[in-house]
């Protein structure tokens, strides 16, 4: 679900207005998905009282490595 998220994003042709500085860019094509590298902005979640598609995303990471629990880090790209 995340990710069809992003990917969505990714192709929606919104200018984003927020960090990351890179502004999706693809100047760095090929290193990193820069085009799905978003903050946390309306429809995505809030990382710190996870209640949509980060928590299920946590979940599904907890249910992969066999643990209670799971957390996505952010550290900035």
């Not at 990351?20 to 902005?41: C, Q």
């Not at 979640?45 to 990471?61: P, Q, S």
């Amino acid at each position: 679900m995340l990710e069809h998220l992003l990917d969505e994003y990714a192709r929606s042709g919104m200018l984003p207005m927020h960090t990351p500085g890179h502004k999706r860019s693809g100047a760095f094509a090929g290193l990193l998905p820069y085009s799905l590298d978003i903050t946390e902005i309306e429809g995505f979640d809030d990382l710190y009282n996870a209640k949509g598609v980060l928590a299920e995303t946590m979940a599904l990471a907890a249910r992969l490595y066999g643990s209670r629990r799971a957390y996505l880090g952010v550290n900035g790209s």
